[in-house]
């Protein structure tokens, strides 16, 4: 089994202490590790409540609407783009 690998974006915007022990926590369930380049998953803080105003819920897991999903892609670099085509024609369905 790999072990994933992780860019995180923006970790000293959290509310609270709490809420990073609870990122950390999260990215540590994953058995994921940070890197500088060649991520695998991406963890990006929202900057407002309203990027997750369309959020799912998937089980137990909160995860972000499909579109704020890829608008970030499409800004995003290397395969990013690719990612983004693939999210928009499997997932949105336009």
Do not use: C
Request: avoid cysteine; glycine fraction near 12%.
């Amino acid at each position: 089994m790999s072990i994933p690998t992780i860019a995180v974006f923006g970790a000293t915007g959290a509310q609270d202490a709490r809420d990073v022990i609870r990122a950390d926590a999260a990215i540590g369930e994953l058995g994921a590790r940070a890197v500088n380049e060649g991520a695998n998953l991406t963890v990006i803080e929202a900057k407002s409540p309203g990027e997750l105003l369309f959020r799912e819920r998937i089980g137990d897991v909160w995860l972000a609407s499909p579109i704020q999903v890829y608008l970030d892609l499409l800004g995003g670099e290397g395969r990013a783009k690719e990612m983004a085509e693939h999210l928009r024609k499997d997932r949105i369905g336009f």
